[in-house]
C-alpha cells in the first residue's frame, strides 16, 4: 500500500469516526423548568443572576427509585418533592414526564454548638429514598450534623363531625355539664375530604458524628435500612463511617460505627473522604471515595 493509499485510508476512517460520533451525540433539552425567571426575581430574561435569596439555592436533588417523585433540598433547610403528573395525559403516545409540587416541608433548622462555638447550618447536603413498604414514602435528609428520617403520607379522609354517642340538648347542641347517652350506639364514620400530604419525622439521629456529615446511602436490605454515613474527618487509609438501623417499620434504632481508623499522628492528615455508598444488591459492600 502506497502512502497516498494510506492517507487515503486513514482520513476516509477519521471522516467516518467523525460521522458516527455526530450521529450519536445525544441533543439534550430542557423538558421542565420550575421556578421564576422573571427580572424582578432576580433573574434577567438573558439569564444573568442578579441577585438570588442564598436560602433558595438548591444544594441537592434525588429521585426515588421509580421515578414518580423528586425531592429537593436547599440551603434554607427545606424540602420541595414534586410528583410525576398524575392526571394521565400522553405526549406523543408517552406518558407525560411533567412533574409538580407534591409537599413541603421544613427537615433542618439552623443550630449552635456551644462545645466547639461553631454554627451549623440547616442546608440540606443530600436527600436519599428508602424503597417503599406501604402507601407511604420514607426519605432521609441530612445536614452538617444531624440526619432525619421523614415519612410522607397522604390523608384525604376524615372523621365525620357529629355528636357520636351522646344526646342533643334542648336548643340542638351536644356537649355542656351534663353528658347523657343517647341511647343508640354510632360508630365513627370516615368522610372525604380534600388530599393532605403530611411529613413527619420518625427517627432523628443527632449527635451521632463529631465531625460533618458529608453524605448518606441506603442499602439493598429492605429488612433493616441502613444509611452509610460519612464525615469530613480527612483520614489516612481509612475511613470514620457509622452504620444506622433505621428500619421505619420498627420502633427501635440503634447505631454503630463499622469503621473508625485515624492516624497515630492527626497532624498527618493528608486525605478527606467525600461520599461513601453501598452497593445496589449487596448491602454489607460499602465504597468510599476520597
Given at each position: 500500500?502506497?502512502?497516498?493509499?494510506?492517507?487515503?485510508?486513514?482520513?476516509?476512517?477519521?471522516?467516518?469516526?467523525?460521522?458516527?460520533?455526530?450521529?450519536?451525540?445525544?441533543?439534550?433539552?430542557?423538558?421542565?423548568?420550575?421556578?421564576?425567571?422573571?427580572?424582578?426575581?432576580?433573574?434577567?430574561?438573558?439569564?444573568?443572576?442578579?441577585a438570588v435569596i442564598a436560602a433558595d439555592i438548591i444544594s441537592c436533588v434525588e429521585f426515588s427509585h421509580d421515578g414518580e417523585f423528586?425531592?429537593?433540598?436547599?440551603?434554607?433547610?427545606?424540602?420541595?418533592?414534586?410528583?410525576?403528573?398524575?392526571?394521565?395525559?400522553?405526549?406523543?403516545?408517552?406518558?407525560?414526564?411533567?412533574?409538580?409540587?407534591?409537599?413541603?416541608?421544613?427537615?433542618?433548622?439552623?443550630?449552635?454548638?456551644?462545645?466547639?462555638?461553631?454554627?451549623?447550618?440547616?442546608?440540606?447536603?443530600?436527600?436519599?429514598?428508602?424503597?417503599?413498604?406501604?402507601?407511604?414514602?420514607?426519605?432521609?435528609?441530612?445536614?452538617?450534623?444531624?440526619?432525619?428520617?421523614?415519612?410522607?403520607?397522604?390523608?384525604?379522609?376524615?372523621?365525620?363531625?357529629?355528636?357520636?354517642?351522646?344526646?342533643?340538648?334542648?336548643?340542638?347542641?351536644?356537649?355542656?355539664?351534663?353528658?347523657?347517652?343517647?341511647?343508640?350506639?354510632?360508630?365513627?364514620?370516615?368522610?372525604?375530604?380534600?388530599?393532605?400530604?403530611?411529613?413527619?419525622?420518625?427517627?432523628?439521629?443527632?449527635?451521632?458524628?463529631?465531625?460533618?456529615?458529608?453524605?448518606?446511602?441506603?442499602?439493598?436490605?429492605?429488612?433493616?435500612?441502613?444509611?452509610?454515613?460519612?464525615?469530613?474527618?480527612?483520614?489516612?487509609?481509612?475511613?470514620?463511617?457509622?452504620?444506622?438501623?433505621?428500619?421505619?417499620?420498627?420502633?427501635?434504632h440503634s447505631m454503630q460505627y463499622i469503621v473508625d481508623i485515624k492516624p497515630a499522628n492527626m497532624e498527618e492528615l493528608t486525605e478527606?473522604?467525600?461520599?461513601?455508598?453501598?452497593?445496589?444488591?449487596?448491602?454489607?459492600?460499602?465504597?468510599?471515595?476520597?
Amino acid at each position: 500500500m502506497s502512502a497516498m493509499d494510506v492517507d487515503d485510508h486513514q482520513a476516509c476512517t477519521s471522516m467516518d469516526s467523525t460521522d458516527s460520533s455526530q450521529s450519536e451525540q445525544i441533543d439534550w433539552r430542557f423538558s421542565q423548568v420550575k421556578g421564576n425567571i422573571d427580572p424582578e426575581e432576580g433573574i434577567t430574561s438573558d439569564g444573568i443572576f442578579i441577585a438570588v435569596i442564598a436560602a433558595d439555592i438548591i444544594s441537592c436533588v434525588e429521585f426515588s427509585h421509580d421515578g414518580e417523585f423528586l425531592a429537593t433540598g436547599d440551603k434554607g433547610g427545606r424540602v420541595v418533592i414534586f410528583q410525576r403528573d398524575q392526571s394521565g395525559k400522553f405526549v406523543n403516545g408517552q406518558r407525560s414526564t411533567d412533574y409538580n409540587v407534591y409537599s413541603t416541608f421544613q427537615s433542618h433548622e439552623p443550630e449552635f454548638d456551644y462545645l466547639k462555638s461553631l454554627e451549623i447550618e440547616e442546608k440540606i447536603n443530600q436527600i436519599k429514598w428508602l424503597k417503599r413498604k406501604n402507601a407511604a414514602n420514607f426519605i432521609l435528609s441530612t445536614n452538617d450534623k444531624t440526619i432525619k428520617l421523614w415519612k410522607i403520607s397522604e390523608r384525604e379522609k376524615k372523621v365525620a363531625d357529629g355528636g357520636w354517642n351522646l344526646a342533643r340538648n334542648a336548643d340542638g347542641t351536644i356537649g355542656g355539664k351534663d353528658h347523657r347517652f343517647s341511647g343508640q350506639l354510632k360508630l365513627p364514620q370516615l368522610v372525604p375530604m380534600e388530599l393532605i400530604v403530611e411529613a413527619s419525622p420518625r427517627r432523628v439521629y443527632g449527635n451521632a458524628h463529631t465531625y460533618h456529615v458529608n453524605s448518606i446511602s441506603v442499602n439493598s436490605d429492605q429488612l433493616c435500612q441502613a444509611p452509610d454515613c460519612c464525615d469530613r474527618l480527612p483520614l489516612n487509609n481509612g475511613r470514620l463511617t457509622m452504620l444506622f438501623e433505621a428500619d421505619p417499620l420498627s420502633k427501635k434504632h440503634s447505631m454503630q460505627y463499622i469503621v473508625d481508623i485515624k492516624p497515630a499522628n492527626m497532624e498527618e492528615l493528608t486525605e478527606v473522604i467525600t461520599a461513601a455508598e453501598f452497593h445496589p444488591t449487596q448491602c454489607h459492600c460499602p465504597k468510599e471515595t476520597k
